[in-house]
Nanobody, 116 residues
Framework: QVQLVESGGGLVQPGGSLRLSCVAS????????MGWYRQAPGKERELVAT????????MYADSVKGRFTISRDNAKNTVYLQMNTLKPEDTAVYYC?????????WGQGTQVTVSS
């Protein structure tokens, strides 16, 4: 089992920045890729960014390329999502995801609201 706890969400003005954090605990030694997803009201959950086990490979949704950066610190069992130049359409609940032994684990989500 893997437990994930997100933090760092909040209210920010358009053009602002936030950094989300996700701390993993439990059977962390079998975690492979990690990622961030988001779900806006009335929409399906969508992939935002992923990162492989050693941090050497990342992937981003087209909508966030050039604005968001995913990173991980394996010594702290933490994955981050640095979000810059935020737009109102980035408003959503952001979920941390971990892939371990072919099973996906999810955090409880953290709300990000971009509004003036």
């Amino acid at each position: 089992q893997v437990q994930l706890v997100e933090s760092g969400g909040g209210l920010v003005q358009p053009g602002g920045s936030l950094r989300l954090s996700c701390v993993a605990s439990g059977n962390i030694f079998r975690i492979n890729a990690m990622g961030w997803y988001r779900q806006a009201p009335g929409k399906e959950r969508e992939l935002v960014a992923t990162i492989n086990s050693n941090g050497g490979s990342t992937m981003y949704a087209d909508s966030v390329k050039g604005r968001f950066t995913i990173s991980r610190d394996n010594a702290k069992n933490t994955v981050y999502l640095q979000m810059n130049t935020l737009k109102p359409e980035d408003t959503a609940v952001y979920y941390c995801n971990a892939l371990s032994m072919m099973r996906h684990y999810w955090g409880q989500g953290t709300q990000v609201t971009v509004s003036s």
